[in-house]
């Protein structure tokens, strides 16, 4: 399993930016693909998850209405829409999965959001 994370940067409050994640080593296409975060000092937390299809996404209370995940089966990369950027929402975001062998990590991407 490989998982390659792209997109962080330094954005301002209020702003937007998009992650990705390329896959590969696995069949993409059959698992929950996740995104979690970890901000300094903090135990890393799940953000948004994704169903298989695309269809059931799931996310943290503290990102509802503001992340969108989304994932492209043909890509197969599953993607991190993120909008209205808070100060706390600065971490270190890691795509994520398990194929049943344990939850394999991406080296993660960071995200600082500050004027």
């Known amino acids: 399993v490989q998982l390659a994370e792209s997109g962080g940067g330094l954005v301002q409050p209020g702003g937007s930016l998009r992650l990705s994640c390329a896959a590969s080593?696995?069949?993409?296409?059959?698992?929950?693909m996740s995104w979690f975060r970890q901000a300094p000092g903090k135990e890393r937390e799940l953000v948004a998850s994704i169903g298989s299809a695309g269809v059931s996404r799931n996310y943290a209370d503290s990102v509802k209405g503001r992340f969108t995940i989304s994932r492209d089966n043909a890509k197969n990369t599953v993607s991190l829409q993120m909008t209205s950027l808070k100060p706390e929402d600065t971490a270190v975001y890691y795509c994520?999965?398990?194929?049943?062998?344990?939850?394999?990590w991406g080296q993660g991407t960071q995200v600082t959001v500050s004027s």
């Open positions: 080593g696995f069949t993409f296409r059959s698992y929950i």
């Open positions: 994520s999965t398990n194929t049943g062998g344990g939850r394999q």
